[in-house]
């Protein structure tokens, strides 16, 4: 047991664990982040401008934690613009240029100001992806190509980035499952049935046909508290793991599609990407370099 | 590479893997006490935990708990340039769940959250009016207090920002108004074993005067 934990740990400094799923990881989340950026472009002023329509929350003392806030400073506020250009080119840029680290840096500085700016409005899907920016400043997907104690000290940081990314995911269900547990509607199975009914979170169709189908809802409410309870447990056993993904991405895009909370919805499926095998990734990379190196010919 | 260089390397490679296994830990411990700080506030952890994580790693991960929302809430408004004659009520967050219910990727969602906003930040100021109000008053007097104290409430003043801002994007030339009201209907949904249609479901109004112009 004692070799078993010394070897997992000298592993870790010795070789990265999951580069090609780090690769494919950035690239999910930054994609992720544009969409949403393009998403809120059009009341941009309402949220971040100097004249929005969220009263600003200022953060005493820490100056490091104060220039993620910039734009609740009224100074700042009219060049919310230029933040928002600059996250746009960071995340194009990333997908062109092998250095990721600075543009990393950009990026989580660019989307904190954002989201620090309009946080009264922002739910646990900016708050974890705020937090996974954060994981992918520390990840460094080519750092098995440095030397020396710089590589080690790259390789570690990567791999426990990528551990703390991955252990994030299963906070999530776990604090979530935790307070479910603590209310009835779960329980009881009638947590879809309220859900459904509230205009703000289902759709026309679903509201007159399906949202008083007592029976198949509280099946899909118990085995949604289920699936919340054995995830943090379950993913870490590789026969459970295919089974736990396909149930939660049918769920999440149940969320995005009939509750209409996208950004959720689409955020959990792409940090199904932690868990994906290394092999699994690097197909798919391989497919991302032939559309990239086709779309550099087409440029040339 | 030497023997002792690479021993050498493999034992710093070792240091530094225990020191980040040793952040990480620490780093949870304090982000899950986060999330649980609400069983005892009063604790040294609760208030190391909310030290360290916010506002870097703020997050809220109570998704639909410990229960799902059973009230529907709808937001009306109603303004007199003059002070006096009042506009019909609108119901400014309805057009936006329908854009949002036909179009789930558009912006209407974002634009929807601003008033969902207002509206939590009045529900709060009407709670905290409620618990500080004193209760050995008469129902009228009690009502007095009350509008008094959402007056003075952080809450609502974060809620009047909102419109006052909102009006200024809808009507760049026109001043706020003299009068400014809204209300809340709060529109309880049936339980799912309850044969009643959710036309007769139970309503209650929260009214809110005389919101001001915030600059």
Same mark, same amino acid.
């Given at each position: 047991?004692?070799?078993?934990?010394?070897?997992?740990?000298?592993?870790?400094?010795?070789?990265?664990?999951?580069?090609?799923?780090?690769?494919?990881?950035?690239?999910?989340?930054?994609?992720?982040?544009?969409?949403? !950026?393009?998403?809120?472009?059009?009341?941009?002023?309402?949220?971040?401008?100097?004249?929005?329509?969220?009263?600003?929350?200022?953060?005493?003392?820490?100056?490091?934690?104060?220039?993620?806030?910039?734009?609740?400073?009224?100074?700042?506020?009219?060049?919310?613009?230029?933040?928002?250009?600059?996250?746009?080119?960071?995340?194009?840029?990333?997908?062109?240029?092998?250095?990721?680290?600075?543009?990393?840096?950009?990026?989580?500085?660019?989307?904190?100001?954002?989201?620090?700016?309009?946080?009264?409005?922002?739910?646990?899907?900016?708050?974890?992806?705020?937090?996974?920016?954060?994981?992918?400043?520390?990840?460094?997907?080519?750092?098995?190509?440095?030397?020396?104690?710089?590589?080690?000290?790259?390789?570690?940081?990567?791999? %426990?980035?990528?551990?703390?990314?991955?252990?994030?995911?299963?906070?999530?269900?776990?604090?979530?499952?935790?307070?479910?547990?603590?209310?009835?509607?779960?329980?009881?199975?009638?947590?879809?049935?309220?859900?459904?009914?509230?205009?703000?979170?289902?759709?026309?169709?679903?509201?007159?046909?399906?949202?008083?189908?007592?029976?198949?809802?509280?099946?899909?409410?118990?085995?949604?508290?289920?699936?919340?309870?054995?995830?943090?447990?379950?993913?870490?056993?590789?026969?459970?793991?295919?089974?736990?993904?396909?149930?939660?991405?049918?769920?999440?895009?149940?969320?995005?599609?009939?509750?209409?909370?996208?950004?959720?919805?689409?955020?959990?499926?792409?940090?199904?990407?932690? %868990?994906?095998?290394?092999?699994?990734?690097?197909?798919?990379?391989?497919?991302?370099?032939?559309?990239?190196?086709?779309?550099?010919?087409?440029?040339? | 590479?030497?023997?002792? !260089?690479?021993?050498?390397?493999?034992?710093?490679?070792?240091?530094?893997?225990?020191?980040?296994?040793?952040?990480?830990?620490?780093?949870?411990?304090?982000?899950?006490?986060?999330?649980?700080?609400?069983?005892?506030?009063?604790?040294?952890?609760?208030?190391?935990?909310?030290?360290?994580?916010?506002?870097? #790693?703020?997050?809220?991960?109570?998704?639909?708990?410990?229960?799902?929302?059973?009230?529907?809430?709808?937001?009306?408004?109603?303004?007199?340039?003059?002070?006096?004659?009042?506009?019909?009520?609108?119901?400014?967050?309805?057009?936006?769940?329908?854009?949002?219910?036909?179009?789930?990727?558009?912006?209407?969602?974002?634009?929807?959250?601003?008033?969902?906003?207002? !509206?939590?930040?009045?529900?709060?100021?009407?709670?905290?009016?409620?618990?500080?109000?004193?209760?050995?008053?008469?129902?009228?007097?009690?009502?007095?207090?009350?509008?008094?104290?959402?007056?003075?409430?952080?809450? #609502?003043?974060?809620?009047?920002?909102? %419109?006052?801002?909102?009006?200024?994007?809808?009507?760049?030339?026109?001043?706020?108004?003299?009068? %400014?009201?809204?209300?809340?209907?709060?529109?309880?949904?049936?339980?799912?074993?309850?044969?009643?249609?959710?036309?007769?479901?139970?309503?209650?109004?929260?009214?809110?005067?005389?919101?001001?112009?915030?600059?």
């Amino acid at each position: 047991m004692k070799n078993k934990w010394l070897s997992y740990i000298t592993q870790q400094a010795e070789e990265l664990q999951h580069p090609q799923a780090v690769f494919l990881y950035r690239k999910g989340v930054y994609l992720f982040t544009l969409l949403i !950026t393009l998403l809120q472009l059009p009341v941009a002023a309402s949220l971040w401008g100097k004249d929005a329509s969220i009263a600003p929350a200022i953060y005493e003392g820490n100056s490091i934690l104060q220039s993620l806030n910039l734009l609740s400073h009224p100074t700042f506020a009219s060049y919310y613009p230029a933040i928002v250009l600059l996250l746009i080119l960071a995340i194009v840029a990333s997908f062109f240029i092998r250095s990721q680290r600075i543009l990393a840096i950009l990026i989580f500085f660019c989307f904190s100001n954002l989201y620090h700016r309009s946080i009264p409005i922002q739910n646990g899907s900016s708050d974890l992806l705020h937090l996974q920016l954060f994981y992918l400043v520390l990840m460094d997907e080519h750092a098995s190509h440095k030397l020396g104690k710089i590589k080690t000290l790259s390789v570690c940081l990567t791999n %426990f980035a990528f551990i703390a990314a991955q252990v994030q995911l299963c906070v999530v269900y776990f604090i979530s499952s935790y307070y479910k547990l603590q209310g009835t509607h779960w329980l009881e199975g009638t947590a879809l049935h309220y859900t459904l009914l509230n205009d703000e979170f289902t759709l026309d169709f679903v509201q007159n046909n399906v949202a008083n189908m007592e029976l198949p809802l509280r099946l899909l409410t118990w085995s949604t508290l289920l699936f919340q309870i054995l995830f943090p447990v379950c993913i870490w056993i590789k026969k459970l793991k295919p089974y736990l993904l396909t149930f939660g991405i049918a769920l999440h895009a149940l969320i995005a599609m009939v509750m209409g909370i996208v950004d959720f919805g689409l955020l959990m499926i792409v940090m199904y990407l932690l %868990f994906a095998s290394e092999a699994w990734c690097l197909t798919l990379r391989n497919k991302y370099f032939r559309l990239h190196q086709n779309v550099i010919s087409i440029e040339k | 590479m030497n023997i002792s !260089t690479k021993r050498e390397k493999q034992s710093f490679g070792i240091l530094l893997s225990l020191f980040f296994l040793g952040l990480l830990l620490l780093h949870f411990t304090l982000t899950i006490a986060y999330q649980f700080r609400e069983l005892d506030y009063t604790s040294r952890l609760a208030g190391l935990s909310k030290q360290y994580t916010e506002p870097l #790693f703020t997050q809220n991960f109570k998704i639909f708990a410990p229960d799902v929302p059973d009230i529907k809430y709808k937001l009306f408004v109603r303004y007199a340039a003059d002070g006096k004659n009042f506009s019909a009520w609108q119901n400014v967050g309805a057009p936006l769940v329908v854009k949002h219910q036909k179009n789930r990727i558009a912006s209407s969602g974002y634009e929807y959250l601003i008033y969902k906003n207002a !509206t939590s930040e009045l529900l709060r100021a009407n709670a905290d009016a409620v618990e500080r109000s004193d209760k050995s008053l008469s129902a009228n007097l009690a009502q007095k207090q009350i509008t008094v104290l959402l007056r003075n409430s952080i809450h #609502f003043y974060k809620a009047s920002y909102c %419109f006052s801002r909102q009006w200024t994007k809808e009507f760049p030339n026109k001043p706020f108004p003299k009068g %400014f009201e809204c209300a809340l209907l709060l529109e309880k949904i049936a339980p799912v074993d309850n044969k009643q249609s959710i036309a007769q479901a139970n309503y209650a109004y929260l009214f809110f005067p005389n919101v001001a112009a915030i600059r």
